[in-house]
């Protein structure tokens, strides 16, 4: 999630995170990573280190707010609300289970879901991660 706004600032959903331990699900994966950057390379995320004079569209994120949660919550009556996504952010036609579409902002390689509807989770514990 991201933490940090290309301005500086700390993000408002990041602060309400923080704040009250709950967010609105997005991309996500299982493996446990100590850095934005591990997780900006990982998920093949546009980072702020992409950002340049040449290339200035904005960052996606920094990965830097890392949210601990019971997977339990992803299931409504038994059935998982997660699906694999589709590549580019979705408007690709192949679907990517492990991040690939994106090699020129990171590895890639990491399993990822996304939700099938709106659900906001309530995590265990929120980390705010450094930036290397």
Do not use: C
Not at 82 to 89: L, N, Q, R, T, W
Request: glycine share 8%; charged share 20%.
């Amino acid at each position: 999630m991201k933490y940090k706004n290309a301005d500086g600032t700390i993000n408002e959903y990041a602060q309400q995170a923080i704040r009250s331990k709950e967010a609105r699900l997005s991309y996500f994966g299982f493996d446990k990573f100590e850095s934005g950057d591990q997780v900006t390379e990982a998920f093949q995320i546009r980072a702020p280190k992409h950002v340049t004079s040449l290339d200035p569209d904005p960052a996606w994120s920094d990965g830097r707010l890392r949210l601990k949660f019971d997977t339990l919550q992803l299931f409504e009556n038994g059935k998982p609300n997660v699906s694999i996504p589709y590549s580019h952010g979705g408007s690709g036609v192949n679907l990517e289970p492990f991040t690939s579409a994106y090699p020129h902002y990171g590895s890639g390689g990491v399993q990822q879901l996304i939700p099938s509807k709106a659900i906001n989770i309530e995590a265990i514990d929120v980390n705010i991660l450094p930036e290397h």
